[in-house]
């Protein structure tokens, strides 16, 4: 047996506990790992207090993000006692995810745990560093470099946020933070931020067309802020749009497409292949300050996760939380 959250839906309502879970429930998978650390995402967050329907079928274990050792194998790539990683593949929602002590997972959605890394720091970056990094990833791409001018990053006090400043600081962008927290501005200032702007300049509706300001954009926020984001990028500037927080809408129009030229770069990372999740993770490991971490992110145990996702819901945690499932 193992601990693990356990999400379920009845006749009595929707619930998550703490529970003590037998082996043979673990769903089908050619890989079992004994899980050391997962993470407690937005998704998660909304998974476990049944915010919005983010799970698809139950029971369910959330955890979108998990690291540990392979317990059991089937799969060639990997053999008893490989450190491994996960982000994504609908793992969370449609298939039991990391907030457990065992995770049985098809070997397919795994990558090695980079040598760089321990599992815990992997952790500390997940799906949230992995995000921000194919952002960047999808900048380069399209030719931004740190002399076309600042990079506007947009939801700066969340993990994907948090992640973006402190690595596009270190490859000598000059990053602009947009965020709705005055008391984060020191914080913001540490990870690399040149300047802070409020948020609220970004989320209102605004005109089709801005005077333009920024190279680029890594936006995680979504609705009127990713238009508003569009509409005052450079001409043959690139907008990466990779979050909701402020809604799924998109209430713009083409004009900054097809008279400025900007490119609006979707970042998908839930069903990356395997060869551009490497890419991405190898990348972290060149690319990021480690000695930034203990400030972006904060580790709590598995009994604690629970409480702590309505907080996360809520913007009461920075960062990225980090759940050691062992305790």
Request: hydrophobic share 45%; charged share 20%; aromatic share 6%.
């Amino acid at each position: 047996m193992f601990k693990g959250i356990l999400i379920d839906k009845d006749d009595s309502g929707y619930r998550a506990t703490l529970q003590e879970i037998q082996d043979d429930q673990l769903p089908e998978g050619d890989v079992t790992v004994r899980v050391a650390y997962s993470t407690l995402n937005f998704k998660d967050g909304l998974a476990i207090t049944g915010s919005s329907p983010v799970v698809r079928k139950f029971p369910m274990v959330p955890g979108i993000d998990l690291a540990g050792v392979v317990e059991v194998s089937g799969h060639p790539d990997y053999k008893v006692g490989d450190q491994v990683l996960l982000n994504g593949w609908g793992v969370g929602e449609g298939h039991w995810g990391g907030l457990a002590q065992k995770a049985r997972l098809n070997g397919d959605w795994l990558i090695p745990l980079p040598t760089a890394f321990t599992a815990a720091q992997a952790m500390a970056i997940g799906t949230a560093g992995y995000t921000a990094m194919l952002c960047i990833l999808a900048l380069e791409h399209n030719g931004v470099t740190p002399e076309r001018g600042e990079i506007l990053v947009t939801g700066a006090n969340g993990g994907v946020g948090s992640f973006a400043i402190a690595l596009l600081n270190r490859l000598g962008y000059r990053v602009v933070a947009s965020t709705g927290r005055t008391s984060e501005h020191d914080y913001l200032k540490q990870l690399g931020a040149g300047e802070i702007i409020d948020r609220a300049t970004l989320s209102e509706p605004g005109k089709p067309l801005a005077k333009e300001r920024w190279a680029a954009v890594i936006d995680s926020v979504g609705s009127h802020t990713l238009a508003n984001a569009c509409a005052s990028t450079k001409a043959n500037g690139t907008v990466a749009a990779c979050g909701l927080a402020q809604g799924m809408d998109f209430p713009a129009s083409v004009a900054p497409f097809i008279l400025r030229g900007v490119t609006l770069a979707g970042i998908n990372s839930v069903t990356q292949p395997k060869a551009r999740r490497v890419e991405a993770w190898a990348r972290l490991a060149k690319d990021l300050d480690f000695n930034l971490l203990p400030l972006i992110s904060h580790e709590i145990g598995l009994s604690e996760a629970i409480e702590a996702a309505p907080r996360l819901l809520a913007g009461q945690l920075r960062g990225r939380v980090v759940v050691d499932v062992n305790r």
